[in-house]
T-cell receptor, first 111, second 114 residues
């Protein structure tokens, strides 16, 4: 079983749509959680951290369910510029920060 | 720009040659990481430095790979006797100590071994 699992997509949605991505992780001792965004042939960029209480940043909402070892990302009112790969990331380090990445979910937003 | 920088951005080499990549982290970050990413996969952890000390190495980092951070600032990753399977994007990231562990990535060095 992969340490972090994501549906690779692609998710094809029209502008203005709401889209949700899910992710599961295997290590129950994981300490912190993130969503990164990666454009084609570019480096991953931190989108947001994910907190147990859930958190929102503009059109983006992240949720964490530790009991189910499940992380989600909701994007509302999709923009063309949201087209990218979204990486679910888990910090598994003990004493240091070792990020474990999912394979990513590709999002394509069309006009 | 005070982000993470990496050089070179692209490297094409012949099998069996040695290559060296450089990473300059964000100046106030004392932690530095190397990752490798192949097509269709997420980045995979290779190694981690806190200041000049290399504290963790992945099993992915074979004996042909060596990384250094001599003065706790920039880091180098050397691959000796390159193989075609080494072709990948090599990403460097840095972070502050403590906190939730947010890491910030450089643009990467894309290695092609022919």
């Amino acid at each position: 079983r992969k340490e972090v699992e994501q549906d690779p997509g692609p998710f094809n949605v029209p502008e203005g749509a709401t889209v949700a991505f899910n992710c599961t992780y295997s290590n129950s001792a994981s300490q912190s959680f993130f969503w990164y965004r990666q454009d084609c042939r570019k480096e991953p960029k931190l989108l947001m951290s994910v907190y147990s209480s859930g958190n929102e940043d503009g059109r983006f909402t992240a949720q964490l369910n530790r009991a189910s070892q499940y992380i989600s990302l909701l994007i509302r009112d999709s923009k063309l510029s949201d087209s990218a790969t979204y990486l679910c990331v888990v910090n598994e380090g003990t004493g240091f920060q070792k990020l474990v990445f999912g394979t990513g979910t590709r999002l394509l937003v069309s006009p | 720009d005070t982000g993470v920088s990496q050089n070179p951005r692209h490297k094409i080499t012949k099998r069996g040659q040695n290559v060296t990549f450089r990473c300059d982290p964000i100046s106030e970050h004392n932690r530095l990481y190397w990752y490798r990413q192949t097509l269709g996969q997420g980045p995979e952890f290779l190694t981690y430095f806190q200041n000049e000390a290399q504290l963790e190495k992945s099993r992915l980092l074979s004996d042909r790979f060596s990384a250094e951070r001599p003065k706790g600032s920039f880091s180098t990753l050397e691959i000796q006797r390159t193989e075609q399977g080494d072709s990948a994007m090599y990403l460097c990231a840095s972070s502050r100590g403590g906190g939730r562990g947010e890491q910030y990535f450089g643009p990467g060095t894309r290695l092609t071994v022919t």
